[in-house]
């Protein structure tokens, strides 16, 4: 299987900072990487496919980067709407797995 | 919009079968693959299996012994029966669509599982 590290685990930030969230994979799976947003009440949204392309809706703030084994959510200007938890998965071969999430919480 | 709703027991004993609902409304089953996700206390997820539009199956091989995705194209509704389950299965089940080869574009807002005697 491929295992997905993500890191870190938690994170404090400001409204206004920018932060990173990194995502390596055991092994390459090209651009075959999502990232999500968990909400505690709302169902998980998917942020980011491909690696760095955006979803339908999710604000432009949101960016998403790498490929082979390498990947990085980066969140501008943080906004109070986004502290919640972020978790990568690839989709490149059978199993899928997932990272095992950030908090981001507010500082 | 595409709505997905999933529901069950909340408590299963070891070594009965879970089984779990998942009611899609907005979209077809029939049209899309349709699958589940669990989150262990912990935060840890992992990818159950999905159900294709076919109906045609695929699983984790970690799971593939224990696990079974049906439909109902009737009720628009797929399920999860999971097998000879241990306090192990304690989790969140999710219901969701993976979309364009496994990115999970819907989910339901999960339905907590509890294993115990």
């Known amino acids: 299987d491929v295992q997905m590290t993500q890191s870190p685990s938690y994170l404090a930030a400001s409204p206004g900072e920018s932060v990173s969230i990194s995502c390596k994979a055991s092994?390459?799976?090209?651009?075959?990487l999502a990232w999500y947003q968990e909400k505690p009440g709302k169902a998980n949204k998917l942020l980011i496919h491909?690696?760095?392309t955006l979803q339908s809706g999710t604000p432009s703030r949101f960016s998403g980067s790498g490929s082979g084994t390498d990947f990085t959510l980066t969140i501008r200007s943080l906004e109070f709407e986004d502290f919640a938890v972020y978790y990568c998965?690839?989709?490149?071969?059978?199993?899928?797995?997932f990272g095992g999430g950030t908090k981001l919480e507010l500082k | 919009e595409v709505q997905l709703q999933e529901s069950g027991p909340g408590l299963v004993k070891p070594s009965q079968s879970l089984s779990l609902t998942c009611s899609v409304t907005?979209?077809?089953?029939?049209?899309?693959?349709w699958g589940w996700i669990r989150k262990f206390p912990g935060n840890k997820m992992e990818w159950i299996g999905h159900?294709?539009?076919?109906?045609?199956?695929v699983y984790n091989p970690s799971l593939k012994s224990r696990i079974s995705i049906t439909r109902d194209t009737s009720k628009n509704k797929f399920f999860l029966q999971l097998n000879s389950v241990t306090t192990e299965d304690t989790a969140t089940y999710y219901c969701?669509?993976?979309?364009?080869?496994?990115?999970?574009?819907?989910w339901g807002q999960g339905v907590m599982v509890t294993v115990s005697s």
């Open positions: 969701a669509r993976p979309n364009y080869g496994g990115r999970f574009d819907y």
């Open positions: 907005g979209y077809s089953v029939t049209s899309n693959y």
């Open positions: 159900i294709t539009y076919s109906g045609s199956t």
């Open positions: 092994k390459s799976i090209s651009n075959n």
């Open positions: 491909s690696g760095s």
């Open positions: 998965q690839h989709y490149n071969e059978n199993p899928w797995t």
